[in-house]
């Protein structure tokens, strides 16, 4: 279904658009009013793309949802529109289609650690463990520092049983953001699991203590 684009994107590619046209007036004769001011379907669609995708990873998932619906019915092989497109499905509520489309673009190149990287967090935020655990493992060999990445492997892991695998996972997050207290309570839990009752005990403690301090 075609999105609506908004307006200030609509009005940024006029911008862009009459800035050229000004450069262009400046060294040859116009021709005509109406040839002047045309604006291509192609750079219609490239301008939408790359503001779509700029959208998306500033966490604008509604309008990077708007004008990459727009360029995928133009063109539905552009990788990087399907993954980033996927996203802003799911992150806005679509997650069957979503993740539908994500699975489309990690078909078509399953070496590509963005897209198992995408596919394997929507897996994890929809609840669907072993399918994101081996998605979000080849992800971490190409991103070992992501955070989102380290806690979703680490929780995917715990939920499966795997906690003496998870725990490392979780480790490894909060060498990132050693106050998440999100992370601190699941390696709790983990650890208690395990039957490391004074590690367990320190992290619960650690996690209440964060807690207060912000509620302070």
């Known amino acids: 279904m075609s999105q609506k684009i908004s307006f200030p994107d609509a009005a940024g590619l006029y911008l862009e658009i009459g800035s ?25 669609l490239g301008y939408f793309r790359d503001h779509g995708i700029a959208h998306t990873k500033a966490g604008r998932y509604l309008r990077g949802l708007q004008l990459l619906e727009h360029v995928f019915e133009q063109r539905p092989d552009d990788l990087e529109v ?54 979000l493992k080849q992800a971490v060999a190409v991103y070992p520092d992501n955070f989102s990445l380290l806690y979703r492997l680490g929780a995917a892991l715990d939920h499966l049983g795997n906690q003496a695998e998870a725990v490392p996972y ?17 390696m709790a839990y983990a650890l208690e699991q395990l039957g490391d009752r004074d590690r367990a005990l320190a992290c619960f403690k650690r996690a209440d203590e964060l807690e207060d301090n912000e509620a302070a």
């Open 20 to 44: 050229a046209v000004l450069t262009r007036c400046a060294t040859r004769l116009v021709s005509g009013f109406q040839s002047m001011f045309f604006i291509s379907e192609e750079t219609k």
């Open 82 to 135: 399907m993954l980033h497109l996927g996203l802003c499905r799911v992150r806005l509520g679509r997650k069957e289609d979503g993740i539908a489309l994500l699975e489309a673009a990690y078909a078509r190149d399953t070496a590509n650690a963005n897209s198992a990287k995408l596919l394997g967090l929507a897996y994890a935020q929809a609840g669907e463990h072993e399918r994101a655990l081996p998605m």
């Open 170 to 186: 979780f480790e490894r997050a909060l060498e990132q953001r050693p106050k998440a207290i999100k992370v601190i309570r699941a």
